[in-house]
């Protein structure tokens, strides 16, 4: 990397395991303390008093290296023992956490109870996982999904978990939304990162809780670095999760182009799988720049070259704007 990229710095907005692997990808390609990462809190639930951060925790997991990267969530070589003991006490079961997993909920549900906010528990939490980079909830205070659908109001976690995205989706809210402020590592890393990434994650139910955060989407447009977002729609498809479906059920086109319909306002370019080359011309028209790479991510490999592709972009940008 030539020496302007070791200067610049990135805020990554990220929800999910596709967050997790572009993050991943800065995490191996730059010195740490050059990325910054904001997470989704609208998947957090609360199970047998606990406090569950999935893409928190998600996140940290895979930057450490604890990941179960086959299913994405959840610490690898993982046991089973509580849950089961859970299920013999007669409590639902549906989510499956982990022995390892529960010490994590464990931990930073006596940080919040002993009066810690959402951020400093997540501080603690990387900090004693070993990572270097910072990590910051988009807000610190509560922020819940609820998918109304054809079968009623669903939490997040029920939806996506309990009934496997099945149901048909009628509408999105985010509870706790308006009293929710941006955290305040979210809001200096705004103001001093050079350059923004919105990860290919699900657009509705992981980067839009973050946009709905106040002042958040006026504070990106105004934002002076450049903006890119990863399409995470390949060929008419999600590479995990329900945003396809999504997609289909909002009426909206099942494509990186309808992606780009999304990011009007916040987005200086959209980088596209190499599938969807043919689209370019359609994402353009909608003023948005469009790049096409590989933007499957399976091994660290793939991360990487992602990110490095990525960080490629943000010199050129930086360089012509310095010029
Ligand atoms: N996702 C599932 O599909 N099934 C599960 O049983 C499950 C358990 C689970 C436990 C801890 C955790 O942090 C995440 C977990 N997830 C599970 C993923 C979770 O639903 C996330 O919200 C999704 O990955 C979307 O971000």
Not at 12 to 29: P, Q
Not at 60 to 85: C, E, H
Request: one cysteine or more; aromatic letters at 8%.
């Amino acid at each position: 990397m030539n020496s302007d990229i070791a200067e610049i710095s990135i805020l990554t907005l990220a929800g999910g395991v596709g967050g997790a692997k572009l993050a991943k990808g800065f995490y191996l390609s730059l010195d740490p303390r050059q990325l910054k990462i904001v997470v989704n809190t609208a998947d957090d639930t609360e199970l047998y008093g606990l406090y569950i951060c999935p893409d928190l925790d998600t996140m940290m997991y895979s930057l450490s290296n604890l990941s179960n990267v086959t299913q994405g969530w959840g610490i690898k070589n993982d046991s089973y023992v509580a849950l089961n003991m859970l299920d013999f006490y007669g409590y639902d079961t549906w989510f499956n956490i982990g022995d390892k997993d529960f010490a994590t909920h464990i931990l930073r549900t006596e940080l919040i109870r002993s009066g810690k906010t959402l951020s400093e528990s997540i501080q603690s939490i990387k900090t004693k996982l070993g990572i270097k980079s910072e990590i910051y909830p988009m807000s610190d205070q509560k922020v819940r999904t609820i998918c109304t659908t054809e079968i009623g109001k669903l939490k997040f976690q029920e939806y996506f978990v309990e009934h496997k995205c099945k149901p048909k989706l009628l509408k999105i809210d985010f509870e706790g939304i308006d009293l929710a402020q941006i955290s305040t590592g979210f809001e200096q890393a705004l103001e001093t990162c050079d350059a923004l990434v919105i990860s290919p994650s699900n657009p509705y139910v992981s980067i839009d809780p973050i946009l709905s955060i106040n002042t958040v989407r006026e504070k990106i447009q105004n934002f002076n670095g450049i903006k890119i977002a990863v399409s995470p729609i390949v060929n008419g498809n999600a590479i995990k999760g329900p945003a396809a479906k999504m997609l289909n059920e909002f009426g909206e086109d099942v494509s990186c182009v309808g992606i780009a319909k999304l990011l009007h306002g916040i987005c200086d370019v959209l980088i596209i799988d190499s599938q969807d080359l043919h689209e370019i011309k359609n994402i353009e028209k909608l003023g948005i720049n469009a790049v096409a790479t590989n933007t499957i991510m399976n091994s660290d490999e793939d991360k990487i070259q992602l990110a490095e592709f990525i960080l490629k972009i943000i010199n050129n940008q930086t360089c012509n704007a310095k010029a």
